[in-house]
């Protein structure tokens, strides 16, 4: 059984579009997380949630809104797409906020042409 | 910001020699850790070093920290071509809840 895992692996689309990735962990963990790799593999943390609640929102656009329906589900959801927003996106989970390792999923390469 | 550093950003070695990253970071941290990305995958844990903590060995890795020159390094001994990968350090900051911060990563290649 994959940890965490991420859907859709792969995603191209259209400027301008609005769409979702999800991700899923069964770790039983508190905390998730979104995170974005640009194409220099440079990684940037976006959200954090603990419990459902969100803990870390960095200097993200509000076109990127993550939703957690519950703690072992991270959505994110992106609206009206740009050409900037190309990279992989990698959800990850920790049981320890923070202080211990995260566990990575596999990344969803987003593609905006 | 970036918070870590590491240096080289690339490293090409012959099997069976020992690769040496470091990184660097600016503010106090909790704790620091590394991780490996395959080409195409996520990424995946290797070892936990925390503040209080000079070093850590785990199989074939050793970590080093140094809190006064705000820096550490990762050894890895023998190496082998499935050693072939990207190495990331990320720094959580003192009272810094659950923030972990990821350098821009050294990339390894490890020829047979």
């Known amino acids: 059984d994959t940890a965490v895992s991420q859907t859709p692996k792969y995603l191209v689309t259209q400027m301008g579009n609005d769409k979702s990735i999800k991700c899923e962990q069964n770790?039983?963990?508190?905390?998730m997380y979104w995170y974005k790799q640009d194409s220099k593999k440079f990684l940037k943390i976006m959200f954090s949630?603990?419990?459902?609640?969100?803990?870390i929102n960095e200097t993200v656009p509000n076109r990127f809104s993550p939703k957690s329906p519950d703690k072992a589900h991270l959505n994110l959801h992106i609206n009206s797409l740009e050409l900037g927003d190309s990279a992989v996106y990698f959800c990850?989970?920790?049981?320890?906020?923070?202080?211990?390792?995260?566990?990575f999923g596999e990344g969803s390469r987003l593609t905006v042409l | 910001s970036q918070q870590g550093e590491e240096d080289p950003q690339a490293l090409s070695i012959q099997e069976g020699e020992n690769a040496t990253m470091n990184c660097s970071y600016k503010?106090?941290?909790?704790?620091l850790q590394w991780y490996r990305q395959n080409s195409g995958r996520g990424l995946v844990h290797l070892i936990l070093?925390?503040?209080?903590?000079r070093e850590k060995h785990s199989g074939r890795l050793r970590v080093t920290l140094d809190t006064s020159k705000k820096s550490s390094s990762l050894l890895i001994t023998a190496s082998r071509a499935a050693d072939t990968a990207s190495y990331f350090c990320?720094?959580?900051?003192?009272?810094?809840?659950?923030?972990?911060?990821f350098g821009a990563g050294t990339q390894v290649v490890v020829t047979p």
């Open positions: 990320a720094t959580l900051q003192t009272d810094s809840w659950g923030k972990l911060q």
């Open positions: 070093i925390r503040s209080n903590e």
């Open positions: 990850a989970s920790s049981p320890q906020g923070g202080a211990g390792e995260l566990f």
């Open positions: 503010t106090s941290i909790n704790n």
């Open positions: 770790l039983g963990h508190d905390t």
């Open positions: 949630y603990n419990n459902k609640e969100l803990i």
